[in-house]
């Protein structure tokens, strides 16, 4: 079975600066998916940002970029010029590829990121 | 496009009673999940559908949870008896697995039982 984990229960960050949030994951298997989700107090499920294994270079969506260490298995999230609208839970989630597998994710505990002004 | 719909968005009741949860996916995906969220559990798998067939539903706590998907448009979660244990988040999401694995989340319901 895969898991994930999240090691940091709490970040906070000033805003404009930059934070870094962790995520490292176990799995025997060779093909699969990364993603970083944000739940905002209005509790929706938004999809940061998506990274397929098989893809060495990292996943980038604008202020929003990851570093995937697969040998390591490790998948972290940097947010850059940090925003107020950035407060939020973030989870990380894995998916296998392929077969039955779509859409199997598997969350980790979360971090609670507070942006201060 | 409208998004995942899901109703209601709070639903109190009271322990033992009947409870259904609906959602509406987005036109055009063919796969519906149902999650759950709780503080101790952190979010769940319930049980997901391809094309309106269940393909795993071991999620699914107990026999007193089910989920149907009668068309491509509709899917309930229905919980009877209710217990408070039951009382979480659920979300509802869809995805087209041909679109680069990426799929939606409703804005999910909280459920509370009394």
């Known amino acids: 079975a895969q898991t994930v984990t999240q090691s940091q229960p709490e970040m906070s960050v000033q805003e404009a600066e930059t934070v870094t949030l962790s995520c490292t994951y176990d799995t025997s298997e060779n093909n699969y998916y990364l993603f970083w989700y944000k739940q905002p107090p209005s509790r929706q499920m938004i999809l940061v940002i998506r990274?397929?294994?098989?893809?060495?270079q990292n996943a980038t969506e604008n202020r929003f970029s990851v570093n995937f260490q697969k040998a390591a298995k490790s998948f972290s999230l940097k947010i850059s010029d940090s925003q107020l609208g950035d407060t939020a839970m973030y989870f990380c989630a894995f998916s296998l590829a392929g077969g039955t597998s779509y859409g199997k994710l598997t969350f980790g505990q979360g971090t609670i990121l507070t942006v201060h002004p | 496009d409208a998004g995942v719909i899901q109703s209601p968005r709070h639903e109190v009741t009271e322990m033992g009673q009947e409870v259904t949860l609906r959602c509406k996916p987005i036109s055009g995906h063919d796969y519906l999940f149902w999650y759950r969220q709780t503080m101790m559990r952190g979010l769940e798998l319930l049980i997901y559908?391809?094309?309106?067939?269940?393909?795993?539903d071991s999620g699914m706590p107990e026999d007193r949870f089910s989920a149907k998907m009668p068309n491509a448009s509709f899917s309930t979660l229905k919980i009877q008896p209710s217990e408070p244990r039951d009382s979480a988040v659920y979300f509802c999401?869809?995805?087209?697995?041909?679109?680069?694995?990426?799929?939606?989340f409703g804005s999910g319901t909280r459920l509370t039982v009394v």
């Open positions: 990274q397929e294994a098989y893809k060495q």
């Open positions: 999401a869809s995805g087209d697995r041909g679109r680069n694995y990426g799929y939606t």
């Open positions: 559908f391809n094309n309106n067939v269940p393909i795993d």
